[in-house]
């Protein structure tokens, strides 16, 4: 059984795992140098098992560590090293350990041993040690590396589980490197068995364990309508869009310039023998020693295979010579390299927009299945709110919070009815509430969740449905209210403006997106370098209202808005992101990495 795992970095981890005497190290120093052949800049974390020493007898760095530095450090100009003396009973923490790597310099850690971890792995096998599979009791083995003899159960293997050549090094950097390409940071609040519970059975939540119960009773729409491609943005598609044709169509030039057939050398002149225009194709076969002029998108002659650039080819007289590098295959588009006939161009449950529209349209598609859009109906609570457009009421505010969570759940492709503002009397909320449950997939209110609070809204939810009033170990956002009036979802959401967008974002998006058919509902995280020091609470998820930019170093930097008042809208304004410190951190230092979620999807 392996032992729980979270990455601290912002970059992957993967493990490498085997019976001693399997040759992780020799295949990792095979594997490490023609990893940076492809341009991936390592890490690497080696479990020793005994009292190992790095240092040499007799020199200052060891003789200062042996007289009891805890620590000792030695630099010149092409390298430093930091020994640490850290006795412990037992194993080292790769957690701590992978803190100490500069995440900034390197793509990714490969970590060889600590395999009792729940970290991502590649296992490493041969038949002749007659060792058995470590697969079958870690499930976070994503594929085995092995030697031709090794005999895998087919039958029994995972269908994501990956069969590697053992001696192929250049298939196991391919593997590596599409892991790399492939991983997402993870959220600071990952949902995890231990978080998941029942609705009722806990008040005070931490932000997974509060997604967890949300998420566990949202079942996606099931009704499908066939709609126009104009009117596909940000819907969610019902079914697997299929390439009815190749794309592109037809093999192509991707620049203006000479198609010919490549030769191995190159004659030193071609005749031209035609023209070839987007839209035309020639019509007869290029034979060696031939090249016609072609225009970006034109089909390549019959026989042609290569395409030289306009501006390193000269022609005199129907005479072509090149300059410059030619490759063979060089700047042609082959037909179906992009999309074969008949492969999923989309799949099920991909939120279309712009691109995807565009897409759909080269494939020659005008009418696809979609869900049918989610219907949301929101209310704001309080006579001490009023409507904008009309006369403040003494002692009153503007009811800004309707109209926020109007627009994010627009944003999401939601039908929305609005039902104003109720007053605060127990006949006005139930008829609502009970009206708006047989009109709505979700109910949103806003204000009058806390717990403790006596507004009428408990009363009257208590007799209509199943709600719970929680505690969610977060700021800004604390109270929060979840349940079912009959069929529909309820969402109470907090009074404070800043408050009501923030829980919208980790716990109603996710639910609508959800709800909506998506399959990646997940908020979108980036990692950012902190500009400032960032405080908060051991034990408390913080959203702090940020600026993030892109650094002379090519880096996202990141800078809270100032003030953080859970009442200030105008933070909202000026950020473009939540900066997320996860409950297990008191601060940030700056220099530091952070996670970042963007407004763009909604704000």
Same mark, same amino acid.
């Given at each position: ?374 219907? =949301? !109906? @929101?209310?704001? $609570?309080?006579?001490?709110?009023? +409507? &904008?457009?009309?006369?403040?009421? #003494? ?102 403006? =800043? !408050? @009501?967008?923030? $829980?919208?974002?980790?716990?109603? +998006? &996710?639910?609508?997106?959800?709800? #909506? ?87």
């Amino acid at each position: 059984m392996s032992n729980p795992f979270v990455n601290p970095l912002a970059i992957p981890v993967l493990g490498f795992c085997a019976y001693s005497g399997t040759g992780k190290t020799t295949l990792l120093k095979q594997l490490i140098p023609e990893l940076n052949q492809r341009g991936l800049r390592l890490a690497v974390i080696k479990h020793a098992h005994h009292n190992f020493d790095v240092d040499i007898p007799g020199k200052d760095s060891y003789e200062m560590r042996k007289a009891g530095a805890r620590q000792m450090l030695v630099a010149s100009h092409v390298r430093w090293a930091l020994m640490t003396e850290d006795a412990r009973d037992g194993d080292p923490e790769l957690v701590h350990l992978l803190k100490q790597i500069e995440a900034d310099k390197v793509d990714i850690v490969l970590v060889e041993g600590f395999k009792k971890l729940a970290l991502p792995k590649i296992e490493l096998h041969r038949a002749a040690h007659g060792k058995p599979f470590i697969y079958t009791q870690d499930e976070n083995i994503l594929a085995i590396a092995c030697c031709d003899d090794t005999q895998l159960p087919s039958d029994a293997l995972p269908n994501e589980l990956r069969r590697l050549d053992l001696n192929n090094v250049s298939q196991i950097a391919d593997f590596v490197i599409e892991y790399a390409q492939n991983w997402e940071a993870p959220l600071q609040y990952p949902i995890s068995a231990v978080d998941a519970c029942t609705i009722g059975d806990n008040k005070n939540l931490s932000v997974s364990q509060g997604l967890a119960q949300i998420l566990s009773h949202v079942s996606p729409v099931a009704e499908v309508e066939e709609i126009d491609l104009d009117a596909l943005d940000n819907r969610v598609l019902a079914s697997d869009s299929i390439s009815p044709v190749d794309v592109p169509q037809q093999t192509n030039s991707a620049m203006d310039g000479y198609a010919f057939v490549y030769q191995d050398p190159m004659p030193a002149t071609l005749k031209r023998v035609g023209e070839v225009l987007a839209g035309h194709q020639y019509s007869g076969t290029l034979s060696v020693g031939e090249t016609v002029r072609i225009m970006t998108g034109a089909t390549v002659p019959v026989g042609a295979d290569t395409v030289q650039p306009r501006e390193l080819a000269k022609e005199v007289d129907g005479n072509v010579n090149f300059d410059g590098r030619i490759l063979a295959g060089q700047h042609v588009r082959l037909a179906g390299e992009d999309i074969a006939q008949g492969q999923v161009a989309l799949a099920k449950a991909t939120r279309l927009s712009a691109a995807e529209q565009g897409l759909l349209a080269s494939l020659g598609l005008n009418r696809l299945n979609v869900y049918r859009r989610p219907t =949301v !109906a @929101v209310f704001s $609570t309080g006579d001490e709110v009023s +409507q &904008p457009g009309e006369a403040l009421k #003494a002692n009153c505010i503007y009811d800004s919070n309707r109209f926020t969570i109007k627009a994010m759940a627009k944003r999401l492709g939601c039908d929305v009815i609005d039902l104003g503002i109720i007053e605060d009397s127990e006949t006005a909320l139930e008829a609502t509430l009970a009206k708006a449950a047989t009109l709505a997939d979700v109910v949103i209110s806003s204000g009058g969740v806390s717990v403790g609070d006596a507004d009428y809204i408990k009363t009257v939810l208590a007799r209509l449905g199943k709600i719970d009033f929680w505690r969610i170990s977060m700021r800004p956002g604390r109270p929060l209210a979840f349940g079912k009036i009959g069929d529909s979802l309820f969402f109470g959401l907090p009074g404070n403006p =800043v !408050a @009501v967008m923030v $829980t919208f974002l980790q716990f109603v +998006q &996710p639910a609508l997106r959800k709800l #909506a058919g998506e399959v990646n509902w997940q908020a979108q995280l980036f990692p950012a370098i902190s500009d400032e020091t960032l405080r908060s609470r051991q034990g408390r998820t913080e959203f702090i209202r940020g600026i993030y930019q892109l650094g002379k170093d090519g880096r996202l930097h990141v800078s809270s808005t100032g003030n953080q008042g859970s009442g200030m809208l105008s933070s909202m304004v000026k950020g473009n992101c939540l900066i997320i410190i996860g409950d297990d951190a008191e601060a940030v230092n700056a220099g530091e990495t952070v996670f970042i979620q963007p407004f763009a999807d909604l704000l």
